[in-house]
């Protein structure tokens, strides 16, 4: 069980172009989500906090505007890359925390999306 | 701020032997949680182990073990009998309990395991 699907895995877009990345809990509801970007070889850097039927908590340093969150139900949050430029290429995943269940049980990662901006 | 300190930024081992990767933190919190995260070549993040900081038993999951040293703030993970799957980026986080569920990572160290 608590199983994440991320789409779409890879995605190459031209610059200035706008791309969307979904996540999605399979057999759970997340009312949390979690957007790390990860360079190669480099740890997670956590993005943003989003929550079910509200606005997402950004971290310290990140475009709100450019990386744009929506969290509409309990199942699917979505990032947005807007206007991407080729220094947002990365890597990007995300990360549920089941509602119902204990911190203590960690995380549940989606298998990631890798974003090439060309 | 909380901070995560993976030291050894690449690490090798030999198969079926044990290998120790370091993690210390930084915090002034006395309630939180520990994980040890793998991270294959798929980039697939998958948990290894856990550790709440209120409970002085190291966990073990199977070949996994961790050496939990609260006033040391060290959070060690053992791998016995070490096999070519355990080759990863292994990373060290931590979370506060009341935070709501934000992992702060360190930095990633890097296994490889030798046949």
């Known amino acids: 069980g608590a199983v994440v699907s991320q789409h779409p895995s890879r995605v190459i877009c031209k610059s200035g172009t706008s791309v969307k990345i979904e996540c999605r809990s399979l057999?759970?509801?997340?009312?949390?989500m979690f957007w790390y970007r990860q360079f190669p070889k480099k740890s997670l850097m956590l993005m943003a906090t989003?929550?079910?039927?509200?606005?997402?908590?950004?971290e310290q340093g990140v475009e709100k505007d450019k990386f744009l969150i929506n969290h509409a139900s309990l199942t699917l949050s979505t990032l947005t890359v807007t206007s991407a430029h080729p220094e947002d290429s990365s890597f990007y995943i995300c990360?549920?925390?089941?509602?119902?269940?204990?911190?203590?049980?960690?995380?549940?990662f989606g298998s990631g999306t890798r974003l090439t901006v060309v | 701020a909380q901070t995560v300190t993976q030291s050894q930024p690449e690490m090798s081992v030999q198969e079926a032997e044990t290998v120790t990767l370091s993690c210390t933190y930084d915090?002034?919190?006395?309630?939180?949680?520990l994980f040890w995260y793998k991270q294959p070549p798929s980039r697939q993040m998958i948990l290894v182990i856990r550790?709440?900081?209120?409970?002085?038993q190291n966990a073990t999951e199977n070949r996994f073990s961790v050496n939990f040293q609260k006033a040391a703030k060290s959070f060690s993970l053992k791998i016995s009998d070490s096999q070519l799957g355990d080759t990863a980026m292994y990373f060290c986080?931590?979370?506060?309990?009341?935070?709501?569920?934000?992992?702060?990572f360190g930095q990633g160290t890097e296994l490889s395991v030798k046949p």
């Open positions: 915090t002034s919190e006395s309630n939180y949680y």
């Open positions: 989003s929550n079910e039927g509200s606005k997402a908590t950004y």
């Open positions: 550790q709440e900081a209120y409970k002085q």
């Open positions: 986080a931590f979370m506060r309990d009341n935070q709501g569920g934000k992992l702060i």
């Open positions: 990360s549920a925390l089941p509602g119902l269940r204990t911190l203590n049980y960690g995380y549940t």
């Open positions: 057999d759970f509801q997340a009312t949390t």
